[in-house]
């Protein structure tokens, strides 16, 4: 494998979260990657998917497969939109057979960020410093669909100066859930109060995830507790120095 | 989302004493299953659930195979098997036996099944006494309620709340501790298992090798209400068919583990047929309902026909924060939590409560727990797609349904999803940078009012990832 890395960073970094899509590429570029950004990206297409609109998801994904035909290796700042494309796009093609063998090579090239770099670039320690006790928020899908635990946890573990502490439970879902949390937002409300209850009990200043959805349901909710905690992204942290 | 779904949940989540009733109540039944089947406790668990998936799957694939054998062996039992389509058609079994046996007094065996159809208010309808005997379905039918959760059905009572129905139903000393609460119900009980014409069971496995009914328990009522009756009649859906009792080996050591972290449950029992000559205890007379009730609608589905290989362990109940938050009663029927949102539809209509395939976070602790290995978001997402086409048949929702091609549109046009960004981002408040707590009155509608209702929103950067990188 080269060293040539596209970014796929997801239409919710590009619109409200730019930060972390730079933070991501200077990380791979200190570790000696050339980092392209497909211009003709948007979305993976979830949002329609879990939403039940699956002739509209497929659209989109068509329009995923298209632009990243070309790439050989594609990075992502969220477990939530990786694994739909790892696990899902194929649900959504069952019918169409070529598009499905176009599916299962696109499944090959696509990384979570956390596992590209422990398991592609092979590191864990990026060179990072940031004095903060922290603590970190598996996202449901980069936990229990592609099965990502110890990976950020390696690479928070080198970062100089930084303390990791461990909620109790981190696995427990922040309530975000796309579209879920605003067609039952009381609901998904509370599911973020118990995750902040469980973020306090840790006394950690920053609360770490590599989902951006998750940390903007828990700043949210930080945000609007009115508690003074920040969020950040795995790649910001990682970026640090 | 009918508005009874929408206030049920408003209610639970509004009642802190529920909510930690709630909160404790499947804690302790999720902290005692980890514990129970972490690797140091149970090494081959993951291969365990592997076996039942592939059990399970064998059986619902070849159900008919093993049901015809089940019945030829519960017949050769001197036991007969009666095949229900519906609610009505157990009871109307159930009533014409009891007419004409004289019998009055019915003892009950907890069972999801009989819940599922309404047994006790359809026989008492008809002037029959039909008594729960497992302690927490006893509470509830003294509450007159419905089970809050599939394994324990009180959950949500605490035991204040039980001294208060049992004063007010038996009328008997206000009592407060567990241990005499439990002796006030077993005299009750003692005395209804003594004088019962009938008693009704569930069944937790059929096994088709030996045509015995399986039943696992702990409190020992259902080894009464089995024995005690003259006549025993066990009601199962048709799904809970197993090939041969050697597949309880792997099933067992799944199902208490799961349900209550217990290694086994108290009491499992292999009931195959009346009394026979020389024994000293059984019913005469043993029948086994089987319940289709939609079951048999699942089938041709592949995929979602899976929902049929749930032993109603309660596992993804206690792992759902959705379940955690809303309680049992939320839901639109007695079946609750993850395998609810996905029966319910299915043996109901999609059309049943709408809602309900899409009242989850889709994170997934369900299929991580279930011990059978349903892929119960899988399903919810099917679920959720058959609810948009059954929509979109009926004309509704149009809006949404709108809203999603235009997304799909954008989406497919770079430059149209560009511009579309950069004007929200100049719509949106300017935040200096900090999160923002409200939006002015006209912007505050649909989905960005719903989130505001619980959280702040993430400021608008000044510019886009693509123009940032553009600049770099
Ligand atoms: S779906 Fe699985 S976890 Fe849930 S009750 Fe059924 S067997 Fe147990």
Redesign the pocket.
Known sequence: MGNQVSLFVTCMVDQLFPKVGIAMADVLERLGYRVDFPEQQTCCGQPAYNSGYRAEARTVARHFLKTFQASETIVVPSGSCTAMVTHHFADLFQKEPETLALVHAMEKKVYEFATFLTEVACVEDVGARMEDVVTFHDGCHALRELGIKSAPRRLLAHVKGLELREMAPAEECCGFGGTFAVKFAELSGAMARTKIDAILGTGAHTVVSLDPSCLMQIQGALSRAGLNLRTMHLAEVLASR | MSAEFDLKIHDTLADANLQLAIYTATGRLKDKRIEVTADDRLPDYQELRTQANALKKHAIDNLDHYLEEFERNVEAHGGKVVYCKDATEVSDFVLDLARRRGARLIVKSKSMTTEEVDLNERLEHHGLESVETDLGEYIIQLAHEKPYH?VAPALHKTRYDVADIFTKELHVARETVPEKLTLIARGVLREKFLKADIGISGANFLIADSGAVVLVENEGNARLTTSAPKIHIAVAGIEKVIPRAQDLAVFLKLLAR?ATGQLLSVYTSFLAGPRRTGEVDGPEEFYVVLLDNGRTKLLPDRSKRQSLY???????LNACPVYRKIGGHSFPWVYSG??GAIITPQFMGVSHEPALPFASSLCGA?GE????K?D?PKVLLELRSDVKKSEAREGQNRIEKLAFRVFAWVMTHPRIYELAGRMAGSMAPAGDGKWIHSVPAPMSVGPMKAWLSQRDLPPSPSRSFREMWRQR
């Open positions: 599939i799961s749930c032993i109603r362990c309660g596992a993804c993850p395998i369900c727990v279930c011990p059978v349903i119960i």
